[in-house]
């Protein structure tokens, strides 16, 4: 069964962060027997640079894979973190929290129909090859229609993000409202496995680069991350694909 843990990093984003995150990621994949694919070049130029992570539809099918997982290079995950493809049904697709897609999108007759107001927040996302049209590239939309259609929070506004930033997640909440897909949260799931309480990721957004850093070392500190797993880099990572 192949899993794949894809990461986007077009340009070289950000080195002191993924010095903190990826050999986390890398130890993650290496335990959930998973190959770790980064998206390297852009292959919808015309779209925000967030939308890049569609490729992950035809990479996965592509590449074979059953269970297909992304996320963000700015997220760190605990090393305890365990193999979501034990407890995610093959028919359902999972993020680490939702939002209320009123609230952030307008929108057309797929949501309306759907009805289940699904916010998808896709730093953190999975599903298996069943559901792979939650990352299928929008067909009936163009760029400029789809940002239209996004509208960021207060709290986004005044901070780095605009409405072209969260494209990525317009785009899998729209599909899955129109493909009708299965969906829960890994804090739905938590309790559920027996881990309610448990801390085994951290993704703050809204903030500068400067102060990720800062407010991810004081994570890895509080986590007692050993240095063999800071420094993780087996296998030698990260495993690059060019979309």
């Not at 996965?60 to 979501?84: C, K, M, N, V």
């Not at 916010?119 to 953190?124: H, I, T």
Request: hydrophobic share 40%; aromatic share 12%.
């Amino acid at each position: 069964m192949r899993k794949t843990l894809y990461l986007l990093n077009i340009g070289g984003y950000a080195p002191d962060i993924t010095a903190l995150t990826y050999p986390l990621l890398a130890y993650y994949a290496d335990k959930i027997g998973a190959d770790m694919v980064t998206i390297t070049r852009r292959r919808f130029p015309q779209w925000p640079i967030t939308y890049e992570k569609l490729q992950i539809y035809e990479l996965a099918q592509e590449r074979g894979d059953a269970f297909s997982l992304y996320i963000d290079s700015d997220a760190l995950i605990h090393p305890e973190t365990p193999d979501w493809s034990i407890f995610l049904p093959r028919d359902t697709v999972a993020h680490n929290g939702s939002d209320m897609a009123a609230v952030r999108w307008r929108y057309d007759h797929y949501f309306r129909r759907d009805g289940r107001h699904f916010g998808s927040c896709n730093w953190y996302t999975m599903a298996w090859d069943w559901c792979i049209d939650l990352w299928r590239p929008l067909d009936d939309l163009t760029p400029a229609q789809a940002i239209d259609n996004i509208w960021p929070t207060v709290e986004e506004l005044r901070t780095v993000i605009t409405a072209d930033h969260l494209v990525d997640d317009y785009a899998l909440s729209r599909n899955i409202a129109k493909y009708g897909l299965k969906c829960t949260t890994l804090l739905q799931l938590l309790p559920k496995i027996g881990l309610p309480e448990a801390n085994l990721s951290w993704h703050v957004y809204t903030e500068p680069l400067e102060r990720k850093v800062q407010f991810m070392r004081e994570t890895l500190e509080t986590w007692r991350i050993p240095d063999a797993i800071r420094t993780y880099a087996h296998p030698p990572m990260p495993r690059v694909i060019h979309g």
